[in-house]
């Protein structure tokens, strides 16, 4: 059975372990330095960073459970403002990532209503993400929730440029 819940500190092994599988598997074939990915990885999903992050009362996280096993989450990041919007009530959908065996299989609609929901009870007025130009699955699945491109920006990782489009919509 598939579970959504809110994450706590006690969750940040699986988090961290998660964020780093998921990203891997989604974006690893980009790299041409698989050094670049490691080394982002690691800075990035620490277990030390990951609960520095849960601890901070605007971040909000979700992890789905297939039974007991771990395989997505997400963190919503409350008053995160975008040079793209005029408004100092906005949050950021940061992060959306299930491992690949479970993609596509209408959960991530699910996990994303948790999010907006909560987006929602917050008193923000938009939500926005970043999302990587080439990442068609995920614009489509934005776009599908009425969200639209605002932006773009640029994201290096080591190496690499990585160009990423700024997406947004009304929460209410
Ligand atoms: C982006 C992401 C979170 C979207 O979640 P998802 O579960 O794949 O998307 P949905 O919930 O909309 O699933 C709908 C898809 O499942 C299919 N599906 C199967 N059973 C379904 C059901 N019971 N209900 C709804 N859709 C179902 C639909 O046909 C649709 O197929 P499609 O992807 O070929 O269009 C997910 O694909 C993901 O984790 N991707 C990798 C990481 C990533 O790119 N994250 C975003 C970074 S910005």
């Known amino acids: 059975m598939i579970t959504i819940r809110k ?8 988090i961290s372990s998660l964020g780093k599988k998921t990203f891997d598997q989604s974006f690893g074939h980009l790299f041409k330095n698989r050094g670049d990915l490691v080394t982002y990885l690691d800075e990035t999903f620490s277990e030390e960073k ?13 992890l789905v459970l297939e039974g007991e096993f771990a395989i997505g ?26 491992l690949k065996n479970y993609v596509s299989k209408g ?9 907006f929901a909560e987006g929602s009870e917050n008193e923000s007025e938009y939500i926005w993400l970043s999302v990587l130009k080439e990442n068609k699955k995920a614009i489509t699945f934005y776009e ?22 700024v997406m947004a919509r009304k929460l209410k």
């Not at 994450?7 to 699986?14: C, R």
């Not at 919503?76 to 299930?98: G, H, M, P």
């Open 7 to 14: 994450a706590t500190i006690q969750d940040a092994k699986h």
């Open 50 to 62: 990951i609960v520095h992050s849960l601890n901070k009362a605007h971040n909000k996280y979700w």
């Open 73 to 98: 989450y997400a963190k919503l990041q409350l008053q995160s403002a975008s040079e793209f919007i005029d408004s100092d009530k906005v949050c950021k959908l940061q992060r959306i990532y299930f």
């Open 107 to 115: 959960i991530g609609s699910k996990l994303h209503d948790a999010v």
């Open 144 to 165: 599908r929730y009425n969200y639209t491109i605002i932006g773009e920006h640029p994201f290096t990782i080591g190496s690499q440029k990585f160009d990423f489009w």
